[in-house]
């Protein structure tokens, strides 16, 4: 049976590493940062290239710790894309900081940097919120477009948290995701490119006083130990057992992209034509979060899905519903007509299976089924 992330057959690949990592941890005992913890945020921060990585409970509570290192309260603006999920604009309004949206580029899914300038101005004529930052979204594993929106957040002074929650091992011109935004944050939630067995998520800088502020915050906010706290805090930290599990998985982390590209490649030339299939800028490459393409239609997107799950092809809609027209959002005032891209996208994107471990035969079955409606 075709699955839409197959980690019962990554597992099959490295269980036994993963059980000797395992062991490992039930023999020292250290269950709440043991030396795997250290050692992944080591090897985690040489992948990326930052100076400091911060591993947490989860791709949320990474990017609130980092909302919360930069002070964002009350009053402050943060601009985010509509499209995106749920987490990326909740942390935002915990602090009771406002999500101001600016609508998506039709052909990556991204933040469309052209529309910032415009969208930061408004904010400052209506003299309500103070702007602090910029958070793009690496939709789907592609990178968001960060050389144009880094420009637009130095004329502001802003800064920039890139959620990298599904883009880890993507890159553009060779410098690896979760490196571009003055802070990154990605997730290690089970289905993620880069996933334990439970939550976990992590933080990347090369801040040293943003590090330090993370770290403190990860452990209710303590001072020179757990029992003198200088700041409000959280208990955010990644188990040491998940660790273990990681640090199994990044060693097959840039061979499943590899595999993953293959899979890519062969949709393309399967489905060329036939329905919209991912667009990769030059230089760029996603992480194959997910592989998301685009029917002509509503309706031709819920017959597609309607025969594959027929068929017993798993697909799923991310997202159906942009968030400014989510029911939590009601309050900020936004409607239907107000990021036309983003709603269009959200009402024709189905994502179809994507995993290392799918071969020819599948792909040749899902695309088969795909044209057959279309
Ligand atoms: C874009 C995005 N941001 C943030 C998150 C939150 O990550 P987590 O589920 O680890 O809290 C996710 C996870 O689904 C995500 O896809």
Redesign the pocket.
Known sequence: MIQFIDLAAQQECIRDRIQSRMNGVLSHGQYIMGPEVCELEEQLASYVCTKHCVTC???????LMVLMAYGVEPGDAILTTPF?????VEVIQLLGARPIFVDIDPRTFNLDPGKLDRAIRKVQNGNQFKTKGILP???FGLPANYSEIKANAEEYGLWVLE????SFGGSINGRKACSFGNAA?????P??PLGCYG???AIFTNDDSLADIVTSIRMHGKGENKYDNVRIGLNGRLDTLQAAVLLEKLMIIDEEREKKNIVADRYEELLHGVIVTPFIPEGFMSAW?YYSVLAESEQQRDQVMRRLNERGIPTVV?YPNPLHLQTVSSHLGYKLGDFPLAEDISRRVLSLPMHAYLDDEDLVRITDVVKEII
């Open positions: 409970s989860s791709g949320t509570d990474a990017l995106t999920f749920i987490a990326t979204v690496d939709l959620d990298g929650a599904q944050a990605t997730s290690f939630f289905a993620k939550d976990g998520g979060a991310y």
